[in-house]
């Protein structure tokens, strides 16, 4: 079957830095999807992986190892505003998205 | 960027009522859309995908003819909810891909159905 594992919830504080694992296996891959959604709203796109690396977008980093089936979003300088749940997607070998149940982060002052 | 947008945003229905809800790809031609449901500290559950033009494919557990969609142009696809129902209360989402070698999807705002 198919299974994307990631923290149900991670606390940390202003200005820190988190880091949010996500594990998969899945039938093919076609590249790895970090959303951020805030409650009552839809999902907005962080980053795609398809190639093995760091890809850094300002505060927000991603980080996909395909032999390991593993990925992280990398948050620096968290802010209060970065207190939402985070979800991974892998787009399958069908070129569906799988999701994970989603990281819920808590940004304390 | 691409944008998608949903309508209503929200509603509030009776019983046996059957729902319509919009999803439409205001810049870009959507090849392929997904609608998906969310409840309450859930992820997104994915319900069905369609192509325009043709008929949709729907997950397991997902009955098509309550759930009637609708992707009649390249722009537009439609979810109907027919006879809802308080369990069917939940936040629908879609999604839209454009059909070219980018894999994102660009989300809609969601509608809020509460069924009474």
């Known amino acids: 079957g198919q299974n994307i594992d990631q923290p149900t919830e991670m606390t940390a504080t202003e200005g820190a830095i988190v880091q949010i694992n996500c594990t998969y296996q899945t039938s093919g891959f076609n590249g790895l999807f970090w959303y951020q959604q805030h409650a009552g709203e839809a999902p907005t796109f962080l980053s795609y992986n398809v190639l093995d690396g760091l890809e850094e977008k300002g505060r927000f980093s991603s980080f996909l190892s395909r032999s390991k089936g593993y990925s992280y979003l990398l948050l620096k300088e968290l802010q209060m505003k970065d207190s939402a749940s985070y979800l991974c997607?892998?787009?399958?070998?069908?070129?569906?998205?799988?999701w994970g149940a989603g990281t819920k982060l808590i940004i304390k002052p | 960027g691409a944008v998608v947008s949903q309508h209503p945003s929200w509603v509030i229905c009776k019983s046996g009522t059957s729902v319509k809800i919009e999803c439409r790809s205001l810049?870009?031609?959507?090849?392929?859309m997904f609608w998906y449901r969310q409840f309450p500290k859930q992820s997104l559950m994915l319900m069905a995908t369609s192509n325009e033009g043709s008929k949709a494919t729907y997950e397991q557990g997902v009955e098509k003819d309550k759930f009637l969609i609708n992707h009649a142009s390249l722009t537009l696809s439609t979810l109907t909810v027919t006879s809802a129902h308080p369990e069917d209360s939940s936040f629908y989402i879609c999604s839209a891909r454009d059909g070219t070698e980018s894999n994102e999807q660009f989300f809609g705002p969601g509608t809020r159905l509460t069924v009474l």
């Open positions: 810049d870009f031609q959507a090849t392929t």
């Open positions: 997607a892998v787009l399958d070998s069908n070129y569906q998205l799988i």
